[in-house]
């Protein structure tokens, strides 16, 4: 196993805040508790968070993360890899949704793979107004991956700093196990049929992350996948079919059936942390139209398509409390004030 590298060159703010800012005033460096290092970038203004940056090269992947903490309500924001020119100009950005608890400690990460002309990478966060709800971001982690390993800098155990303490990239010697850092993230894809399943069915794909310590966290980052394939038979399901594919990188795994015709997979797999999606599907159906059976199958793909066009239909103020939606730094909208997101 080779050495890691964290190329974040202030990834805890041990020493300053040098490199973290926003959009807003630039962040406190700030005393905190509950995270695995002393210090954190608090923001209590501006609506998104840029840390420190690390060095980069092009065509290599690379997996950044971030531990934040809210202190009042629960968000849904996105977090972004800043692809950066030798100038730190921006290039292009790779983003994902997460999903924060108040007052829960959440590492948010995103993965991808960098474009020409790289030279530097920095993490945006966005998704809440932090004048509304302040929030406290710390230990950053940059590294040449394809997934998310456990969190480390030069104050880790077999670490060393590259330069000077606390503010230059670091190293985790071969074989070093990381104490406390063990992390579960489960993506799931469900497809449901209820009654008279072969007329219509509904897709519905849910991301949900966990990050928890166990007994075993000396050693080092953990992952657990699990798949599941279910068959259930609904009402008048010989009627059609509705399929959904699997596919899964699984440690457990469980499979169980009844008789029917409606399959509903379940695949679960590592992605990023805490999003939530929804997407509805209408099977094509064979069959002459007019009266009876086929008549009605008709009607109901006409509703499903009218739901469909109705939900993806733009919204211009927050359904839970009227706030306009704002657009944030690559023109998504969301609310300002309990940080609602269409299509999340």
Do not use: K
Not at 69 to 91: C, K, M, P
Not at 131 to 139: C, E, I
Not at 154 to 164: L, Q
């Amino acid at each position: 196993m080779a050495d890691r590298h964290n190329a974040c060159i202030n990834p805890c703010l041990t020493n300053d805040n040098t490199g973290w800012g926003g959009n807003g005033t630039a962040p406190v460096r700030t005393a905190v508790s509950g995270f695995g290092r002393p210090n954190a970038a608090r923001y209590v203004d501006g609506s998104f968070i840029r840390t420190q940056y690390g060095a980069a090269t092009a065509g290599l992947d690379y997996t950044v993360s971030l531990y934040i903490r809210y202190a009042t309500f629960n968000v849904n924001g996105s977090i972004y890899i800043e692809w950066q020119d030798a100038s730190h100009g921006a290039l292009s950005y790779t983003s994902t949704g997460y999903s924060a608890t108040a007052g829960v400690v959440t590492r948010i990460s995103v993965s991808g793979t960098a474009p020409a002309n790289t030279a530097f990478i920095a993490i945006i966060v966005d998704g809440e107004t932090f004048s509304a709800n302040t929030v406290d971001a710390t230990m950053v982690l940059i590294e040449q991956a394809a997934s998310l390993g456990s969190y480390f800098d030069g104050d880790t155990a077999n670490g060393s700093w590259n330069g000077a303490a606390g503010n230059s990239a670091s190293t985790l010697a071969s074989g070093s196990a990381v104490s406390g850092d063990v992390s579960q993230t489960i993506t799931g894809a469900v497809t449901a049929t209820g009654a008279n399943a072969a007329a219509a069915s509904a897709s519905q794909t849910v991301t949900a992350a966990l990050t928890a310590a166990g007994v075993n966290a000396a050693a080092g980052a953990a992952s657990q996948t699990a798949a599941a394939a279910v068959t259930a038979a609904g009402v008048n399901a010989a009627a059609g079919v509705a399929v959904a594919a699997v596919t899964a990188a699984a440690t457990a795994s469980a499979v169980y059936a009844t008789s029917g015709a409606a399959a509903m997979p379940v695949v679960a797999s590592c992605t990023a942390e805490a999003t939530t999606s929804a997407e509805e599907e209408v099977p094509l159906i064979s069959g002459s139209a007019g009266g009876g059976w086929y008549g009605l199958l008709d009607i109901l793909r006409e509703a499903a398509d009218e739901r469909r066009a109705e939900r993806e239909r733009p919204p211009a103020a927050c359904p839970n409390d009227g706030e306009p939606l704002l657009q944030g730094p690559r023109g998504e909208l969301y609310c300002p004030f309990d940080g609602f997101r269409p299509g999340r």
